[in-house]
């Protein structure tokens, strides 16, 4: 841990030319440090600047004026660090920059670490660990879904939750505890009743924050989507429609793609990393075979399938292929947009009755859409299959939902902790070790918000901050 009692500072926007950059400096002597290299003119110091004000000043070398800046006074604890801090917006050039990083440490301040300034927020008691990582997610934030679920997490959704499930569990722990303080008496202070309640109750609610990481990890990752189908489906050229680009040769002929495709889209700001694979069909060429293999490989590994069918072919056979097991998802957790390529081609009456077959035959988890990737006809359709099977449509702002894989593991351990203590008053096993199991829940919930860390746990969350933040 770096000694709380130094003043730091450091460029908080990106390095490079721009109109402005802004250079922090946070600790107990960022006033007096100021001081020394601002000038105010007749306004009096930065010292006695009032707080939450900003202020047109001059930071000077001796008697060379270096650039004129603004400067925006925080005081503790009322600031972003919960020390005293401040904010020198100046020109953005490199130099300017560089030079009053260099005024200011020769003031007496200290170069910042990565993710010192929110590391000072997190042991000020301004943040907790939740908080601090939504930060970093929402500073990398690429969509409009990842920057919902930081966002939510900012303001304390997930914490609130952790901390009631603690609080509650902390009471009945210390009625156990109490317990093995008269265990000669043998009384019971814990209604193992209530208990048993409390503890289905918190596993039910870790079961479903853990369910919850699915989503949010392919919400972060941007969710992938394989394009699969026979060859001449028309993969390609959907592909190519969906990132208004000429990303995958298309060609009449079969066997083109033998590779798979991937590229990412944004859809109502959730991204999608899009994979076109293979045309799935029997072949002796090994270059195409080993195409084929890797497009099984990407379908697996994908939460969404987009199964597309040929509308030239007959009826019966394009109900075969949606019918196909490979093709079909394994779990709850993936879905399949069945996709009627080519329907520009069909009359709209033998559209209607190819419309009614297909959805017959499909099954209850699957979508159908039908379009034409040639035309764009239909392509918003397409859009909506793709929000309903991504999940994104079921959830709300107050949602919690998990994206860390941190937070994820400490839930599994808490979850399994919870379950030994359930087993354990099942079989009237004895107080202590009841409490063992339970401490055990508390300290990994504990682990998630920070209220129980170590410097390991900091130093993996901080290090990937930038330096300003």
């Known amino acids: 841990m770096l000694n709380q009692d130094d003043t730091i500072c450091a460029i908080s926007t990106p390095p490079g030319v721009g109109a402005i950059a802004v250079i922090r400096c946070s600790g107990p002597l960022a006033f007096a440090i100021c001081d020394k290299i601002i000038r105010t003119g007749k306004a009096g110091p930065v010292s006695e600047q009032a707080a939450n004000t900003i202020r047109l000043c001059t930071v000077m070398e001796g008697n060379d004026m270096i650039d004129q800046v603004m400067v925006s006074v925080f005081r503790k604890p009322h600031s972003y660090t919960g020390d005293d801090l401040v904010e020198i917006s100046c020109h953005g050039s490199p130099y300017i920059q560089k030079k009053i990083l260099e005024l200011l440490v020769a003031a007496g301040a200290r170069p910042a670490t990565a993710g010192e300034f929110t590391m000072r927020a997190f042991m000020n ?7 601090v990582e939504a930060i970093g997610d929402l500073i990398t934030s690429g969509s409009r879904a990842v920057h919902r679920v930081a966002v939510s997490q900012m303001r304390g959704g997930f914490t609130r939750e952790i ?12 009625l156990i505890e109490l317990e093995l303080d008269f265990s000669e008496e043998d009384v019971e202070f814990a209604d193992r009743s209530q208990l048993k309640v409390l503890l289905h109750d918190i596993m039910i609610l870790l079961k479903r924050l853990k369910e919850s990481f699915t989503l949010g990890n392919v919400i972060k990752k941007g969710i992938p989507v394989a394009i699969a189908g026979r060859t001449n489906a028309g993969k390609s050229t959907l592909l190519n429609l969906l990132l208004s680009e000429e990303r995958a040769i298309v060609s009449e002929f079969e066997g083109t793609t033998r590779d798979s495709i991937e590229d990412v889209i944004s859809i109502r700001g959730v991204h999608f990393r899009l994979i076109d694979t293979a045309g799935l069909r029997h072949t002796e060429d090994a270059i195409e075979k080993l195409g084929i293999e890797r497009s099984w490989q990407k379908i697996k590994q994908a939460s969404v399938i987009i199964h597309l069918l040929d509308a030239k072919n007959p009826a019966a056979e394009l109900v075969n292929q949606i019918k196909q097991s490979r093709l079909r998802p394994e779990n709850d957790q993936k879905r399949r947009i069945v996709v009627l390529n080519k329907t520009d081609l069909l009359q709209p009456e033998k559209l209607d009755e190819l419309r009614h077959q297909l959805k017959e035959a499909l099954p209850e988890n699957d979508l159908l859409v039908l379009m034409s990737a040639k035309t764009g006809a239909n392509l918003s359709l397409l859009e909506d299959a793709l929000m309903e099977a991504s999940g994104i449509n079921n959830t709300t702002d107050n949602d919690v939902i998990i994206t860390n894989v941190r937070h994820f593991e400490a839930l599994d351990r808490a979850l399994s902790a919870l379950e030994r203590a359930e087993n354990a008053m099942d079989n009237r096993i004895t107080a202590d070790l ?16 920070g209220e129980i860390t170590n410097d390991e746990i900091l130093g993996n969350i901080f290090r990937n901050f930038c330096i300003g933040k």
């Open 163 to 174: 901390q009631k499930m603690r609080a509650r569990l902390l009471e009945f722990t210390s």
């Open 434 to 449: 009841l409490a063992e199991d339970i401490r055990e829940a508390l300290h990994y919930l504990g682990e998630i918000t």
């Open 125 to 131: 008691g301004k943040l907790d660990l939740t908080q």
